[in-house]
């Protein structure tokens, strides 16, 4: 008796073994050849397709947000001026766009003047919100990039003009400084200016301005509201003229203008 239970149970097994892989043979052959004549010579996929990814939106059809404003066309210009990209030492590397500058932080030239009133008080002046770098905050320097070619007492005399309406003023080169951060990397050249008459802010880069006491100027960097540059510019100018001393009076005397603003 036990005989002919375990040759049931083998015979069992071995029709269960046979058909397993026998439905395994038909799923892998037989059965996607007919799928494949059933829907015109083309395998079904097994499983079914992930669905593709949407394209990127193209950056030139994007839509400008309703709150956003668009810019200006003198903005745009603005931002593909030429500039001169230079290394460590001056020497250009290229020239590129103002954009492609501010994008990938590439060390350029840069002017800060300062226009000192003949009593001694300096004049401060609130960039406009629109600006690419320190959006409206404060600045005791007339400031500007030098585009491809010019050099830095031309830039700072139309700087000064071109912001302030300042004209026929001499300018006076007083030191050199490097500076970098996460918005800005510049070889800046430090100019300064004495002025005692008018000015006429330009609406597009200044949002206001006035002379101030270096003491008034002291309490807005210590508030943090003085663009970084200008106050690493400011700290070197007192380390190398003293702080307190009038600039009109006491510095540009000994010092040899190095041109004069305007054309």
């Known amino acids: 008796m036990l005989h002919w239970l375990l040759l049931a149970g083998a015979y069992a097994w071995l029709g ?23 829907s015109g010579g083309r395998a079904a996929p097994a499983y079914p397709a992930a669905p593709s990814p949407a394209p990127p939106i ?32 001056n020497r250009v590397l290229g020239v590129v766009p103002r954009s492609e500058m501010r994008r990938r932080n590439l060390l350029h030239r840069v002017t800060a003047t300062f226009v000192f009133h003949p009593d001694g008080r300096l004049f401060v002046q609130q960039r406009v919100p629109a600006k690419d770098v320190y959006p409206g905050l404060f600045d005791p320097c007339v400031g500007g990039t030098v585009t491809s070619g010019e050099t830095y007492a031309a830039n700072a005399a139309r700087e000064v003009e071109e912001e302030l309406g300042i004209r026929g003023a001499p300018l006076y080169a007083l030191f050199g400084h490097r500076f970098r951060d996460g918005a800005t990397n510049s070889l800046i050249q430090v100019f300064a200016c004495i002025h005692g008459g008018p000015v006429q802010l330009q609406e597009a880069e200044v949002a206001g301005g006035e002379w101030r006491e270096p003491a008034s100027l002291e309490r807005l960097i210590a508030a943090g509201r003085v663009c970084p540059d200008s106050v690493a510019g400011w700290r070197l ?13 006491d510095v540009a ?11």
Do not use: C
């Open 16 to 38: 269960f073994t046979a058909g397993y892989f026998f439905r395994k043979w038909l799923e892998g052959s037989l059965l996607p050849r007919y799928r494949a004549e059933a």
């Open 58 to 89: 193209p950056a030139s059809a994007s839509a400008t947000p309703p709150s956003a404003t668009p810019p200006s066309p003198a903005s745009a210009s603005a931002a593909e001026e030429p500039l001169d990209w230079v290394d460590e030492a």
């Open 237 to 249: 100018y007192l380390e190398r003229f003293g702080a307190g001393r009038n600039f009109a009076r």
């Open 253 to 263: 005397p000994g010092l040899a203008p190095s041109g004069r603003t305007g054309r």
